[in-house]
């Protein structure tokens, strides 16, 4: 045998094997490619679940006002009031004690109250939720008086 037909020998063996080694990497890479693409197609038909976000829970705390006027009334009187809308609210008294209650769900709020009667006594409080925030009696005849809380 010659060099010459040993070497084609030689390269017939590698040329039967790069053939094969070719083929198994195209398929190694297509089987890749076509993971990757299922893969992404799954996760945009089906998106991972995820938890949301808590609610966040709101403390409503509602407020009882409640307005009272008290003390002697030999003839008439007048009380005037902020309503918890802030709107003025004018009373003819003919009677004491006077009271007035609203509930309110507001966080914050300016209550006001003023009083005056034909009478030797008078006095007013602005009780929220049943704690006194601000009372004043005051003792004298055609008597005036006012309670105010800036903050309920």
């Known amino acids: 045998m010659s060099t010459r037909t040993k070497k084609r020998k030689g390269s017939k063996s ?6 094969p080694t070719v083929v198994l990497v195209v398929i190694a ?3 890749y490619g076509v993971t990757t693409v299922r893969r992404m197609s799954e996760a945009i038909s089906s998106p991972p679940v995820t938890s949301s976000i808590p609610a966040t ?3 409503i705390n509602p407020k009882n006002v409640t307005y009272e006027v008290f003390g002697t ?11 918890l809308n802030a709107q003025p609210v004018e009373v003819t008294v003919t009677s004491l004690p006077w009271s007035h209650s609203e509930t309110t769900m507001t966080p914050s709020a300016t209550l006001s109250l003023v009083a005056q009667v034909d009478g ?4 007013c409080r602005i009780i929220v ?7 004043h009696s005051i003792s004298h005849e055609g008597a005036a008086v006012a309670c ?4 309920a």
Not at 120 to 123: A, F, T, Y
């Open 14 to 19: 590698l040329g039967g094997l790069w053939l």
């Open 29 to 31: 890479s297509v089987g």
């Open 57 to 59: 829970v709101v403390q």
């Open 73 to 83: 009334l030999d003839g008439g009187g007048k009380v005037a009031y902020a309503d």
């Open 120 to 123: 030797p006594l008078l006095g």
């Open 129 to 135: 939720n049943g704690e006194v925030r601000d009372e």
């Open 148 to 151: 105010t809380v800036t903050a």
